[in-house]
């Protein structure tokens, strides 16, 4: 451990005589070994007072550090001894006092005269206690790191440390020993000022701990020993030594405390692989630290002649290769205590080289890949994507929101879940890696948040498990999601999925939930049931709709097939844009024409800021508005079209630069100034104490107020089409709903006309509270149960069978928002088509809480695969055959979770029905227009015509019927075979695997795996699958109103006011009508138009959808959106199928066939709630078109009109029975109003013994249950 002092022997004899004797006693092989010992010399000059004879001095650092170790060892052994002694002299003392007090009782009492005395005795070493255990306590609170300066302390100590040994490695360079001036040497000068600190912190610890033995046995304390004390010696004796400090690398063990006390280190995994990592490296370089110091130094038994020059890192690398067991050999070991050394620390080596680094390996190969944080990067926005994170909710998300149809999307996506991706899911990040990226944790964890950077997060979306077996739970999962997003940052947009209306209630006892601010929960149930729902009153709208709020390319096909007219429709989407201001106050639907026939675009809706002072900051979306409604400044228009950049016409478009041109492509941005369109003032009524500026007549005195006179008529721009299309009649319409005195109304957001307050019953509850929905006082379910006997006679048309399968442990499907958009309160009473329930009692008693309040409903115990239930409801005759599931969610085989409602669909298609009874003839092909009778031959509109409801409502939408307008013939089947099979029953069913779609029609080519809007069943409108919905997520973030426009036109009306109501109550409440709720009945619902007689019945043969399209609207304020057309109508020759298929939004040009219907807006009809006695004057003129016929073939005129004369006879007759028991029926329907009007339904003649039957049962049965609607109640 020593060095010669080479260098010294010039000045004496000694020197070379100590030399030659060294050279002459080794051997030729030992030259080398000499040359390197008289490099490891210890250097001497005359400035150094070090010891000029080279004596070594190892032994006196060594001796510093034993004797402080051994000294302090004793010193503590000899205190705990002298303590442990004097504990039991002072145990047995007390002993033996406690033997004297019991065997002499007469002291006791003079210990009790004296019990101050060991008080005070006690008092002097009780504080002499607490001054020392005070001290402690002060060091303690010194090196913990539960306080700041505590882990200040034991930072810079491990830091400090950390210096040491760099020093180390420094000198490591150096030989062993050698003199030193400590005052011109900086390395010791740092290493002296480390020290010092050293030994105060070792100070501090020891006043601190607890037991000074295992205190003074501790690692650290062994490394202070050993390397503080040499220090000193050093700066004592002018000479440095290399000595023990490699043991400072032992410090390195606390690393991962240290960084726990710095809340770097918060997870398990990382704090054990810090440990690991720590310990095997700090014994590494302690190993080799000792490797090379006896290596350098030599045996000392050996006169330290064996010794090796070896650097430090050497050492390094022959530790490394021997825990490796390689052992390459060309650095080795020569020393007995190097090779000593070696044997025993391979073993330990081994072991540990065994067992930390496959577990090293293991902790880092099982970290987080995806662990890291978002980098936010400046002028993108970027959402958070949680919840269901899986291979096909991520696909269909990012092909939906990244669609190129799109203008550019600036926005990163970033998903967040707790489960890392498997293989397909991390090609799909791989693929978009340009905007998506992946982080792997919890939205729970706040910490998570943190590091996907939510608070800077332009919104979160979280996506529902549509699949799970209980959709409660999955509710409740999303709502935690809500609650800890929002408790992170409050003012994040959310929007969620979720799978049960009756859970979106629980989002409104979050406080920072805020619809208002942009947060929305798009509700799978409720949007699913409303499609289907509308579907009920216009078959394909389900289609039409799913399509429109999708983003589907366009796919081109050169074959004149059906799919080629569908897929150009598929094509279309919806998007928003502001109206440029060359559109202010112009009507609604003046702009709608301009924009279809000029700018080749849809405009359905708008989002209209109200006038009134007390909704002046509410904007509200309204759909095909009337006349009444003008054009604001920064109007924003809801338009249909191929993709964003057509849309931009709408905004670019200016009068004075683009009114003569033709092509809607050369329509851009132009330099033209736009002026702003300057609005009249506030009308306010007398009572207000206000005037009117530039009204000249006062108004009355209503107590409400509303727009002024430019509101009330049309603007006087002129109009932007040509002088044919500009309106006359001072620009009202020509059209019934629009007649002087009804033009004159006031805000159509406020209140209805002063006709309808004057005749509304105050004492009637005919509606919820909100006016939005027809209501009637709660039934028992038992008034309304249907035994199938009694449905049998009953006679049911013209109604809504509703077959679900469920029992008393499935999870509820929320009928409710499946009955509602059918209750609409924009329907007259009369329009309301009845509804049939048919399906187990247990399930339906769960669900009846919830209807109990709807008209019309009834329920047949049973199940929808026995034939004999769905003939008692009459499904021949039914409008609508809904199929709907709700054990879909509890099978694991996908394949198999629709298998009930397949079963139940090919059940009914393949029943065959006879014609005894005869065919009812309520509905009609489509609806004729409000006031247009259809056997007037010409078009104009007939004011004074009341029409009937079976003939004027959108809610009678055709079977698959054909009527045939005298002088055309039509492919028709027989009278005799109408929906004598199954197959010509119209019906919807609900789907929750796609690829099942492929079962429903057994004549379909579709391939599996085809997608789902690409198959015969979804195009046709027979087929609905929930995964439609998903698309929603990304239009809903893009445009917030997206989903309130949907929401408004498949759930008949839903507000949040009234989602907060049913949050209450879980129940509709009735209310009076008054002006305010009527008010909310004017508005518009989705119909179909019939081509094949009627008004427009010369377009249809050959005509163009866009003269179609300007007529209805012109006409009837009708906005047309789309065809239902026969799937085979292309074809030349005569086709038996009567599957029709959508095609959305049409080209002007398009050509139509006399089959054709078509999905238009129709405005609310004041007209039809008439008196009984008007229109029982009516039937006569009306009946006719009422008629219902199923043929398909070719019916000629004189065979119509002999059918008719047969009708008319029948009808004559049915009014004159059903006038006479009017009274006596009443009583059966409690639900309905007093003055109800009667619906004239006719049936075909039917044979004497069975109209006897019916009518003696109908006389003599008091039992029918009051839900259910015979034909002569409305």
């Given amino acids: 451990m020593l060095a010669e002092a080479d260098g010294t022997a010039p000045h004496g004899s000694d020197g070379s005589m100590r030399t030659s004797n060294i050279n002459s006693n080794i051997n030729p092989d030992s030259s080398i070994l000499i040359s390197k010992m008289e490099d490891v010399v210890i250097p001497f000059s005359s400035e150094v007072p070090c010891d000029n004879n080279g004596q070594r001095m190892w032994w006196a650092f060594l001796a510093s550090s034993m004797v402080t170790f051994f000294g302090g060892l004793f010193i503590i052994l000899i205190w705990r001894t002298l303590k442990y002694l004097w504990t039991v002299c002072c145990h047995c003392n007390i002993k033996s006092k406690e033997a004297q007090k019991v065997s002499n009782p007469a002291n006791n009492q003079a210990a009790d005269k004296g019990p101050k005395g060991p008080d005070e005795k006690e008092e002097a070493p009780a504080s002499e206690v607490g001054w020392m255990t005070s001290v402690k306590d002060w060091a303690g609170v010194m090196i913990s790191a539960q306080t700041l300066t505590g882990r200040v302390l034991v930072v810079l100590v491990f830091a400090l440390s950390i210096g040491a040994l760099g020093i180390y490695f420094i000198d490591s360079s150096d030989p062993i020993e050698s003199c030193q001036n400590f005052y011109k040497d900086f390395t010791l000068q740092i290493d002296m000022a480390f020290n010092v600190f050293f030994l105060l912190y070792f100070g501090l610890r020891f006043i601190a701990a607890n037991d000074k033995l295992w205190f003074w046995l501790e690692v650290n304390s062994v490394v202070d020993f050993f390397t503080v004390p040499p220090v000193f010696v050093s700066v004592y004796l002018n000479r440095s030594w290399l000595g023990l400090r490699f043991l400072r690398a032992l410090r390195l063990i606390q690393f991962s405390e240290i960084l726990q006390f710095l809340n770097i280190l918060k997870t398990s995994n990382s704090i054990k692989l810090v440990n690991l990592c720590s310990i095997f490296i700090s014994t590494w370089l302690t190993a080799a630290g000792f490797i090379h110091l006896v290596e350098n130094s030599g045996d000392p038994w050996e006169n330290f002649e064996n010794s090796q020059s070896l650097s430090y890192w050497e050492c390094v690398y022959l530790l490394m290769v021997t825990m490796s067991t390689v052992g390459y050999g060309d650095v080795y070991a020569k020393t007995t205590l190097g090779r000593l050394f070696m044997v025993f620390f391979i073993l330990g080596g081994l072991a540990m080289f065994a067992s930390y680094v496959p577990e090293i390996i293991e902790l880092i190969g099982n970290r987080k890949k995806y662990g890291g944080s978002y980098s936010a990067v400046n002028g993108r926005k970027h959402i958070v994507v949680c919840g269901h994170i899986t291979l096909e909710s991520v696909s269909n998300f990012l092909k939906d929101f990244l669609h190129k149809d799109r203008d550019d999307v600036n926005v990163e996506i970033v998903f967040l879940h707790n489960i890392s991706p498997n293989l397909e899911l991390e090609a799909l990040f791989k693929r978009h890696f340009t905007q998506v990226e992946f982080y792997q944790g919890s939205v729970l964890n706040p910490h998570d948040l943190a590091r996907v950077k939510i608070e800077s997060a332009d919104a979160c979306l979280i996506l529902a498990n549509k699949y799970c077996a209980d959709p409660d739970a999955e509710d409740a999962s999303n709502i935690m999601r809500v609650i800890s997003i929002k408790n992170y940052h409050p003012k994040i947009r959310i929007i969620t999925q979720m799978l049960q209306y009756h859970n979106k209630a629980h989002l409104l006892n979050i406080p920072s939930w805020n619809w208002k601010e942009g947060d929305d929960a798009i509700c799978l149930a409720e949007l699913k049931a409303g499609f289907i729902a509308q579907s009920c009153l216009a078959q394909g709208l389900s289609t039409m709709l799913a399509n429109l709020f999708s983003m589907r390319s366009f796919i081109e096909i050169e074959e004149d097939t059906w799919q080629k007219y569908y897929l150009e429709g598929v094509a279309n989407e919806m998007y928003t844009e502001y109206l440029s201001s060359a559109f202010v106050g112009l009507s609604f639907p003046t702009v709608c024409e301009l924009c279809y026939v000029k700018l080749k675009l849809l405009l359905i809706a708008i989002e209209y800021k109200s006038e009134q002072r007390e909704s002046r900051s509410r904007k509200r979306i309204l759909i095909n508005p009337g006349n009444h409604v003008k054009m604001q400044e920064g109007t924003l228009g809801f338009f249909i079209a191929s993709d964003a950049k057509e849309v931009k016409r709408a905004f670019f478009y200016c009068k004075a630069c683009h009114d003569d041109i033709s092509d809607p492509k050369r329509i851009k941005k132009c330099g033209c100034k736009r002026p702003k369109y300057k609005y009249n003032g506030y009308v306010r009524s007398p009572a207000d104490g206000a005037t009117t500026p530039g009204n000249s007549g006062s108004q009355k005195e209503t107590g409400v107020r509303f727009k002024a006179d430019c509101n009330l008529v049309e603007d006087e721009h002129p109009s932007t089409l040509s002088p044919k299309k500009k309106q006359r009649n001072g620009g009202m319409r020509n059209s019934p709903n629009c007649s002087p005195k009804m033009m004159s109304r006031h805000d159509p957001l406020l209140i209805p006309g002063n006709e309808q307050i004057e005749n509304m019953d105050m004492n009637v509850k005919r509606y919820d509270s909100t006016g939005m929905f027809h209501w ?499």
């Fill in 776 to 1274: 009637c006082p709660s039934k028992e379910i038992e008034k309304v149960i249907l035994t199938r006997s009694e449905a049998s006679m009953t006679v049911l048309s013209g109604h809504v069978v509703v077959c679900i399968f469920g029992d008393g442990t499935s999870a509820l499907v929320g009928l409710r928002n499946l009955v509602m958009p059918l209750r609409a309160s924009n329907f007259h009473y009369h329009e309301l088509k009845p509804i049939v329930f048919v399906g187990s009692l247990d399930y339906l008693r769960r669900e009846w809480e919830t209807l109990h309040n709807f008209p019309k409903v009834s329920i047949l115990p049973g199940t929808p695969l026995s034939r004999a239930d769905l003939r008692a409801v009459n499904i021949n005759l039914c409008d609508m055959c809904v199929i709907l599931s709700a054990n879909q969610n509890n099978i694991e085989d996908a394949s198999l979770q629709d298998k009930e409602c397949i079963l139940a669909s090919l059940n009914i298609k393949s029943m065959q029905f006879d014609d005894s009874i005869g065919v009812l003839q309520a509905n009609s092909q489509g609806f004729t227009p409000p006031g247009m009778d259809r056997s007037s031959p010409d078009s104009s509109p007939v004011h004074s015509f009341v029409r009937q409801a079976s003939v004027t409502t959108g809610s009678n939408i055709p079977i698959i019927t054909e009527l045939a307008k005298p002088g055309k013939l039509l492919p028709l089947v027989s009278l005799s075979q109408e929906k004598k099979s199954g197959t010509n029953i119209q019906m919807i069913t609900e789907l929750v695997n796609d690829s099942n779609v492929q079962f429903l029609d057994q004549d379909d080519d579709d391939d599996p795996d085809t997608e789902l809007y690409l198959t015969q069943p979804f195009a046709c409108g027979t087929a609905f699958a929930v995964s439609v919905l998903d698309s929603l997520m990304s239009a809903t973030y893009f445009n917030d109103n997206i989903l309130t426009l949907i929401r408004t036109l498949v759930t008949g009306g839903a507000t949040p006011e009234l989602e907060a109501l049913l949050a209450e109550e879980n129940a509709l409440r009735g209310g009076y009508s008054t002006p305010q709720t009527l008010a909310n009945r004017d508005r518009c619902r989705v119909a179909q138009l019939a081509l094949y007689d009627g008004p427009f019945a010369d377009l249809g043969d050959g005509g163009c959808y866009g003269d179609l399209f300007c007529k209805a609207l012109k006409t009837y304020n009708m906005l047309c959106f789309g065809i239902y057309r026969l799937r085979d109508a292309h074809l030349s020759a005569p086709s038996q199928c009567t599957k029709r298929y959508v095609i959305t939004n049409p080209p002007y040009e398009f050509e139509l066939v006399p089959t054709d219907l078509i999905f238009c807006l129709m405005q609310f009809d004041h007209n039809a709630g008439q008196s009984r006695t008007s229109l029982s004057h009516s039937s006569h003129s009306s009946h006719s078109s009422s008629k219902k016929s199923s043929s398909v073939h070719s019916i000629p005129p004189t065979s119509r009109q002999n059918r008719s004369s047969k009708t008319r006879e029948a009808r004559d007759k049915q009014n004159a029975t059903r006038m006479n028991r009017m009274g006596q029926e009443k009583k059966w329907f409690t639900d309905e109003p007093d003055n109800a009007y009667p619906r004239n339904i006719q049936i075909k003649p039917m044979s004497t013994h069975m109209a006897n039957q019916v009518n003696q049962y109908k006389s003599t049965s008091s039992l029918i249950p009051p839900i259910r609607e015979v034909e002569d109640e409305c």
